[in-house]
């Protein structure tokens, strides 16, 4: 135990730490990042979604396919090789929960072609729920 009180008179350097503050930010921060990534691992991808006036929000347990305007395919975030791929990925996810909604952002700049492609490999994948990604106009 540190006697404080030799301190007080003068009599010697106190050069000790106090952590408590510095460990109160760093944990006020760990929890605004929890709160503030799951937006960040969506907005990541250079997508753009086309405007609709009735799009809604509010979607189910999900999985993120995006399409970007080149034609790369990603799930979650992660670049796929080709349409197969998609179609083995997505068919192990429903396998492990079939209710699982999957979410297509396509980028309003995409073939409109690629877009049915991709809507096309996801039902052969076996997705019942499929939804289109807009943004609210």
């Given at each position: 135990?540190?006697?404080?009180?030799?301190?007080?008179?003068?009599?010697g350097l106190?050069?000790?730490?106090?952590?408590?503050?510095?460990?109160?930010?760093?944990?006020?921060?760990?929890?605004?990042?929890?709160?503030?990534?799951?937006?960040?691992?969506?907005?990541?991808?250079?997508?753009?979604?086309?405007?609709?006036?009735?799009a809604d929000?509010?979607?189910?347990?999900?999985?993120?396919?995006?399409?970007?305007?080149?034609?790369?395919?990603?799930l979650e975030?992660?670049?796929?090789?080709?349409?197969?791929?998609?179609?083995?990925?997505?068919?192990?996810?429903?396998?492990?929960?079939?209710?699982?909604?999957?979410?297509?952002?396509?980028?309003?700049?995409?073939?409109?072609?690629?877009?049915?492609?991709?809507?096309?490999?996801?039902?052969?994948?076996?997705?019942?729920?499929?939804?289109?990604?807009?943004?609210?106009?």
């Open positions: 135990m540190i006697d404080y009180n030799k301190y007080r008179e003068g009599e106190f050069s000790g730490i106090n952590i408590v503050p510095f460990t109160d930010v760093v944990l006020v921060l760990l929890i605004i990042f929890m709160i503030a990534a799951p937006g960040l691992l969506s907005s990541g991808l250079n997508v753009t979604l086309p405007g609709s006036a009735s929000p509010k979607v189910p347990a999900k999985v993120t396919v995006s399409l970007d305007r080149a034609g790369v395919i990603y975030g992660r670049a796929l090789g080709d349409a197969q791929a998609l179609i083995g990925e997505i068919a192990a996810l429903i396998e492990k929960r079939p209710d699982l909604g999957v979410v297509l952002n396509a980028d309003a700049a995409a073939r409109h072609g690629q877009v049915v492609e991709v809507l096309d490999t996801l039902r052969k994948s076996g997705a019942a729920k499929i939804y289109v990604g807009t943004v609210k106009k």
